[in-house]
């Protein structure tokens, strides 16, 4: 099954007890409250994608992702700090499958959002 693939993957990366601390705190949340983040998390994503070409340190970029970080810290359940955001932004560089849409793989986009999340931390956290 692809999901115990992401999740074993996801465990060699990042640990056991952090997979399943991410996992909990999904569980714990009212199915509403669970169907009304992955929209945010869904419209944020197309925000950035949309704007991926802008300057990664814009005002209004800048404000997709301080809200990808809001939405990232109610899925770890935990607010990212400067090493695992940014190394959130690593792992869209290095595993595609964050930044494939529509079935085509976008470079372009993986960059972006390594250097708008790389601004981010550098005047955030």
Partial sequence: MKTDKYRNQAIK??????????ENNILKLPTNKFQELILKQKTNWEAL???????A???FVQKL?????KITAIFWG????KISYKGLADTYLQDSRYTTMDWEVH???AEFLA?????????NL
């Fill in 13 to 22: 990366k990042y640990g056991k007890e952090a997979v399943e601390k991410w």
């Fill in 49 to 55: 994608f949309e704007n991926r070409f802008e300057e």
């Fill in 57 to 59: 340190n814009s005002p």
């Fill in 65 to 69: 992702i301080r809200e990808h970080h």
């Fill in 78 to 81: 935990d607010k990212p700090d």
């Fill in 107 to 109: 470079k372009e986009f």
């Fill in 115 to 123: 250097e708008a999340i790389g601004y981010f931390v550098k005047v």
